[in-house]
């Protein structure tokens, strides 16, 4: 090893260490840059920058160095190249996707998806010329068949929303390519802690930052990871051009947020298990769906391919819709809302609010009966958060 050969950190130390760009005052914490722009040293280094001859900073809306550090930390926890850091969740998709594809494209995705997600697939792309096939992720076969010439990319999320099926990345990843296709993978439900879709063959990984990143309920956020070749092909000119950029504030919220993703995200995926655990065998209750469990459908998948369980389960209480709302409202504790990733624990009932845009049988086909509900397990004590479901399934 030669003395200038950089020790490679392992992840937990890379969310609180990498990417600070530390600034001449040396602050402990990361600086917050709230600026537009930025002023140059004379003409000569405005018209350097302008050309990329200089590698300073010209504007916000495509670099800043809060971002940067954003950016850089995630790259670098990640095990990607590059990144960029955008507004939302929704626009790091949607960078991810409009950025490969043009009129006459073709697009392949596992129809069970987060609902905007979906809706960019089937509705967005259709609007310009690009077409696409949505296929049960889990089935490999659906995916080859979906392929045709034109097929661009594919597109999964995994565990799924709100099923919390496990698609196999590495298997779906050889027949995008097979097919002169890429993969991106919405990886938000793993969290990266758990899952690293890039080491499994995926070619983007994309993040709603606003999730477990940020994990305390207050920014917005997204991010895009991939090669330096994937992002410059096709998602910096886009970015930098249409302009749904992360704001420096709330990339510093998020960079805090890195600094306790692991020891949050492990708490949380406890707290988890501990809640399956415990209803496990509950009357009332007729399904469970816990990614870690070996009664999981695809739990030899999730052992493949994941590090961990995950911070979310899903379960049918028997009775449908009636018993499904007499418990969400007997909780005292959970709070009844669509986000996830949160230090709050949270519980959703899909068929109502996130899924009610599709037709009952769209839902049936993804697993979504008017009896599911999906909790987000927070950073409280395990016992309390037992306590308050067991208490509420006898009040449904
Ligand atoms: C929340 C979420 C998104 C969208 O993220 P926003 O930050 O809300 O725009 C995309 N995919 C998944 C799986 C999500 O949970």
């Avoid at 987060?114 to 296929?135: A, H, K, M, W």
């Amino acid at each position: 090893m030669s003395a200038s050969a950089k020790k490679i950190y392992r992840p937990e130390t890379r969310l609180v260490q990498a990417g600070t760009l530390r600034s001449p005052f040396g602050e402990t914490s990361e600086a917050l840059y709230l600026t537009q722009g930025y002023v140059y040293d004379n003409a000569a280094q405005a018209e350097a920058r302008f050309k990329g001859e200089d590698p300073g900073y010209q504007y916000s809306r495509f670099a800043n160095p809060t971002v940067d550090m954003f950016e850089r930390r995630m790259a670098a926890f990640e095990g990607a190249e590059a990144a960029r850091a955008t507004a939302t969740g929704m626009a790091a998709v949607t960078l991810a996707l409009v950025g490969q594809v043009k009129a006459g494209d073709h697009v392949v995705a596992s129809k069970a998806m987060f609902g905007s997600c979906r809706y960019i697939v089937e509705d967005y792309l259709p609007r310009f010329g690009v077409t696409s096939t949505l296929v049960d992720g889990c089935n490999l076969d659906a995916w080859r068949e979906a392929v045709r010439p034109n097929t661009k990319t594919f597109f999964l999320e995994s565990p799924t929303n709100p099923a919390l099926e496990v698609i196999d990345i590495a298997e779906v990843a050889r027949i995008a390519h097979a097919a002169g296709a890429t993969l991106v993978v919405d990886n938000v439900f793993a969290t990266p802690l758990f899952q690293s879709p890039l080491a499994l063959g995926a070619d983007c990984v994309v993040y709603s930052a606003t999730k477990h990143i940020d994990g305390q309920g207050r920014c917005l956020g997204g991010i895009v990871l991939a090669s330096r070749k994937f992002i410059m092909d096709h998602v910096h000119v886009l970015l930098r051009q249409t302009g749904p950029s992360m704001s420096p504030f709330n990339a510093w919220v998020l960079l805090k947020g890195l600094e306790t993703l692991a020891v949050r995200v492990r708490r949380q995926a406890d707290n988890a298990a501990a809640l399956a655990v415990a209803i496990a065998e509950h009357p009332k209750i007729s399904r469970l769906i816990y990614p870690g469990r070996p009664d999981h459908p695809q739990a030899a998948v999730a052992r493949k391919q994941m590090r961990g369980g995950s911070t979310l389960l899903a379960f049918e209480i028997k009775g449908g819709k009636p018993a499904a709302f007499r418990f969400q409202d007997a909780l005292k504790l959970i709070r009844i809302s669509n986000n996830l990733g949160d230090a709050k624990s949270l519980i959703t009932h899909p068929a109502t609010t996130t899924h009610q845009r599709l037709t009952p049988a769209q839902r049936a086909e993804l697993g979504i009966s008017d009896g599911l509900v999906r909790v987000s397990a927070g950073l409280e004590h395990p016992d309390d958060i037992v306590e308050d479901v067991l208490a509420a399934l006898e009040a449904a």
